[in-house]
Structures are given as structure tokens and as C-alpha cells.
């Protein structure tokens, strides 16, 4: 009998082609169900803790084991609502900027003020509750410490504020000089004296990194002329220490200043503690926030005033937050550019000579790399990248104190005598001397000179506020929409791209020559001015 032949296996062989899509659809597969699992939160088991059956009293053992695990996992329950309970607590008071955070009660007269000046929050325009917050701050304190900005001493001061502090009784008023290492010592010098006259004055420059639950703070870029070491700090608490102890009790301390001036840095640095928000933008603190300093001193922040609309274009673009949406940012910034010295605006941005505002921008923006698609200068984006440097903590510019010294029209020499009372100005003005030697401040070559437009006008009574846009009653406050243009400003100098784009108009304003002469603009500029550092200056979170 013949046997059959015997059958061959199939070959597994196959083309690479085919092979290769197998392995990819497995990884593929295996990817996917690592996602899956990932989204579900598979971890892996835990290898059960393993009772010898020889062991007496294994089931108790493992009945007590038992009970232990669900023990834990009532607790991560526990703790997971708790968690859940403080974010919504937190959410609640970002959406309602009356109810202070972090707020202690100071004492009976304060908490009747609090309770009074109470708002129901959603239902008030913001800038009023920033108005009611000011109020309680002025009544709740026995100092008042007025921030203001070195580099333009005079349009920090607000009349009304200073005269609402003279009218509700015995409260002094101190003037405290802050960013004081972005002006040159001379003019420091000059307005020391000159404030010194009316009001005592003490010159600060607050700290730039401190601590923050074990965190420091991470410094985006390199400030020139700025250091980490606060100074002025042991002038400003003995000036309070001496005035507490002849006082007789403890004392509250309020801060107050437009926005940006400092006012929460100067707190933290008193402190030696991130305890205040602070940030580039403006108009960080928007209620009150109580401070203990030590036990005889409580210090206040407070929301920054609100501007007057009456102000010059220059004085708004520098004070007011909405300024930028208000004027539009090559208005603002234009207006802010028509205060400063011309030539030494070329040496500090590093641009050929300019006839007007629109050209400077189309320099600047050629120079530092902000083009629109299609290679068009972005005007928009150099008036911001304008606007907020020169609001923010970064460039040194300076104004001249007047002339000659006037007494300040809501003030007469028993007031000035009377809020100098109960102070030791000698060791004041050391102690200035020893801030003033102490600070590295920028040469008067390399600051540019800028013309104050003088005291800034603000509103202190509800009444006085005028009525707002739809779009910002609705709970949208300007200091929030103003935030996102001003750190943004800052990633479009760093990557030297931007997706604005410029108004027509402005380019086709451009004289017929900038016209022409555009793309050989350029190279000549690249020619004629050396690199940067590739815009090496760093914004912190310093000042408020």
C-alpha cells in the first residue's frame, strides 16, 4: 500500500511590508490601552501581606487588616472633599473681590467700619468696591504709608486721598520713595529734599525674591540696575517702632498708591515673606488684606486708587490700568513718548532718529523683531512692548522736582507740623543717607528724562465714578483685561514673532520716504547699531 505523501505546514513568511503594519497596529493597540488605563487610574495592586495558615489567630489578623484599609480609604475620602470644599471656597472669593482674604479682626472700631462699608458682592461696579475697600483701609489705620514711584515722585500723589487722610482725624501721612535703584542718586537726592519739606519721606527699594512656602521666586529675566537686597526696610520699621512707643498702644498701618507702585512688595518686604500677590501687571490686590508685622504693629494693603478720567492722556496711560484699551495702545504709548527726551529714548531703544511717535514704533519694531506676516511691523505690538516697560519695573527714567517748593493746597503748617509730630526725623534722615549710598543706581547718561505732567487727580467717593460699559458691569474688572496684554508684550519681544496685526492706516500714515526705503530700513539699522542681548532684561514679580 502506497503511503501519501506528506502534507507541508503553511509558511509564515511574509512580505516586509505586511510585517511592518502588524507591528505598527500592535503598538497602536498598546498605546491605546495604555491611554485607557492611564484615564481610569489603574494602578498597579499591591501584594496583599501574606498570614501563615500555621499562624494563631489568622482570622483576626486579617479582619484587622481589613478594617485598617477601610479606615484609609474613608480617610482619602475625607481629605478629597476637603480638598474639593477649599478650591470652591477659594473660587468664590476670586469671584467676589469685597470679602478680604487672609483678613484678621483688628479691633472693634475696625470691624464696625468692616461690617458698615460691607458691599453685596456681583451686584456693584468694581471700581466702587476698590472706593469702599480705600475708605475702610483710611479709617481702620493710624499711619498711612503713601507709595510712591521714585521715578516720577509727583504724578504718584493723589490730592484727594491725601486730603480725605487729613479730614478724618489724627492719622499721620508718611511718603515712602519706592524703585528708588531705577533713578540716578542726584535726582533721588533732590526730591528726597524736596518731599522731606512737607511730608516726612523715607527712601525704599523692596526685595525682588523672597521665599515663598519653601519655593523662591523664579526671575524670568535679568533687570538691569535692580538687586535682590531690600533697603530702607530697618528705616521704615524704626520710624514706626519710634512713633508706636510714643503712641502708648499698637498701631495699624495702612499702604496705599496708584497701581504698580510697589505697595505689596513693600509689605512682603517688611515681612521677608511672599505673603502679598504681587506680579508685572497692575492692579493686583483688589481688598484689603491685614498683615501682622510684629505685635505692636499691623500693617494694611490696600486695592490701588482709581484715576480720574479727567487726567492727560500721559498721566493715563502711566496710572490707569484700562488705559491701553481706553486710548488704544499707540495712543497711550505715543502720549507717554511725547513726555520724554528724544534723544535719549535713540540711546536707550537703540533706533535711528524718529520725526514722530508712529515712526519710533516702526523702528522698534524692526529692531526688535515684531513682524507681521508678510514682514510688516507690528506698530501695535511696539507701542505695548513701549507702554509696558515703561509702566513696569524694568526702565530707569526720572522727571526734576519743580523749581521752587509750594506748600500743597490741602495742606497749611499746622497740618504739615502735626504729621511730622511723634517721629524721629534725625534718625530718619540717616538712616536715608545710609539707603541712598547703599542703593546701585543707574547713571544720569543712561536714564532718560521724562516731563511729569504733576499731581494725578483720583476718585475717592463712589459718586464720583462714572458709569461703566455693559461688557464690564457684567463682573469683568479692567485690571483683569489689562493683565494679558502686558505679560504678553513680554513673549512677543523674547520669540520675535507676533499674529497682530497693525492698523492700516497707521502704516499707510508713514511719510512717502519710510515708505519707500522699508526693506533697505532694515539692514541699515542692523548696520548701523549693534546686537542686544537679545532683549536680556528681566520683568519680576516685585512690584504692585
Not at 483683569?480 to 512677543?492: P, R
Request: aromatic residues 6%.
Amino acid at each position: 500500500m502506497a503511503c501519501s505523501p506528506e502534507l507541508k505546514k503553511a509558511s509564515k513568511r511574509m512580505t516586509c511590508h505586511k510585517r511592518y503594519k502588524i507591528q505598527k497596529k500592535v503598538r497602536e493597540h498598546h498605546r491605546k490601552l495604555r491611554k485607557e488605563a492611564k484615564k481610569r487610574g489603574h494602578k498597579k495592586r499591591r501584594k496583599e501581606l501574606g498570614v501563615p495558615n500555621s499562624a494563631p489567630f489568622k482570622e483576626a489578623l486579617l479582619r484587622e487588616a481589613e478594617l485598617r484599609k477601610q479606615r484609609l480609604e474613608e480617610l482619602k475620602q475625607q481629605q478629597k472633599l476637603d480638598r474639593h470644599k477649599e478650591q470652591e471656597k477659594k473660587r468664590k472669593l476670586k469671584t467676589n473681590p469685597v470679602e478680604p482674604s487672609n483678613v484678621e479682626p483688628v479691633n472693634e472700631e475696625f470691624e464696625q467700619c468692616k461690617a458698615k462699608n460691607k458691599a453685596k458682592p456681583g451686584k456693584q461696579n468694581p471700581k466702587k468696591l476698590y472706593c469702599q475697600e480705600l475708605k475702610k483701609v483710611i479709617e481702620a489705620s493710624d499711619v498711612v504709608l503713601e507709595v510712591l514711584d521714585a521715578r516720577d515722585p509727583l504724578g504718584c500723589r493723589c490730592p484727594q486721598v491725601e486730603e480725605a487722610i487729613v479730614l478724618n482725624g489724627q492719622k499721620k501721612l508718611v511718603l515712602v520713595l519706592n524703585k528708588s535703584d531705577l533713578v540716578p542718586k542726584e535726582n533721588l537726592e533732590n526730591w528726597l529734599n524736596y518731599l522731606k519739606r512737607e511730608l516726612p519721606t523715607v527712601v525704599f527699594r523692596a526685595s525682588t525674591s523672597l521665599k515663598n512656602k519653601g519655593k523662591i521666586i523664579k526671575m524670568r529675566r535679568k533687570v538691569p540696575f535692580k538687586s535682590e537686597v531690600c533697603v530702607g526696610k530697618d528705616g521704615l520699621r524704626k520710624l514706626l517702632a519710634g512713633f508706636q512707643e510714643i503712641y502708648g498702644k499698637a498701631i495699624h498701618v495702612g499702604v496705599i498708591g496708584f497701581p504698580n507702585v510697589g505697595k505689596s512688595s513693600i509689605i512682603n518686604s517688611l515681612k521677608q515673606e511672599r505673603i502679598c500677590n504681587v506680579g508685572v501687571s497692575m492692579g493686583l490686590t483688589r481688598s484689603m488684606q491685614v498683615v501682622p508685622l510684629d505685635k505692636q504693629i499691623t500693617i494694611i494693603d490696600s486695592p490701588s486708587f482709581i484715576v480720574s478720567p479727567l487726567n492727560s492722556p500721559t498721566t493715563l496711560a502711566l496710572r490707569s490700568p484700562a488705559s491701553i484699551e481706553v486710548l488704544k495702545p499707540v495712543e497711550a504709548a505715543s502720549a507717554i513718548l511725547s513726555q520724554a527726551d528724544t534723544r535719549q529714548v535713540v540711546l536707550k531703544f537703540t533706533v535711528p532718529d524718529f520725526k514722530n511717535s508712529l515712526e519710533f514704533f516702526t523702528l522698534l519694531a524692526q529692531r526688535r523683531g515684531l513682524h507681521q506676516k508678510g514682514g510688516t511691523p507690528n506698530v501695535e505690538g511696539a507701542a505695548k512692548l513701549l507702554w509696558s516697560e515703561w509702566t513696569g519695573g524694568s526702565l530707569g527714567y526720572y522727571c526734576h522736582p519743580p523749581t521752587s517748593w509750594t506748600l500743597s493746597r490741602h495742606f497749611n503748617e499746622n497740618i504739615v507740623t502735626d504729621m511730622k509730630w511723634g517721629f524721629n526725623l534725625e534718625e530718619l534722615e540717616k538712616n536715608n543717607a545710609h539707603s541712598i549710598q547703599a542703593i546701585r543706581s543707574p547713571h544720569l547718561a543712561s536714564s532718560i528724562l521724562f516731563q511729569s505732567s504733576g499731581l494725578t487727580n483720583g476718585i475717592i467717593e463712589e459718586k464720583d465714578i462714572p458709569e461703566e460699559l455693559p461688557k464690564q458691569q457684567q463682573g469683568g474688572e479692567d485690571y483683569e483685561n489689562i493683565n494679558n496684554d502686558q505679560e504678553s508684550v513680554d513673549e512677543e519681544a523674547v520669540e520675535k514673532s507676533s499674529d497682530m496685526s497693525p492698523p492700516k492706516e497707521a502704516w499707510e500714515a508713514l511719510p512717502e520716504e519710510a515708505q519707500a526705503d522699508e526693506q533697505s530700513e532694515q539692514s541699515y539699522i542692523l548696520d548701523r547699531v549693534p546686537e542686544e542681548e537679545d532683549d536680556a532684561y528681566n520683568f519680576t514679580t516685585d512690584y504692585v
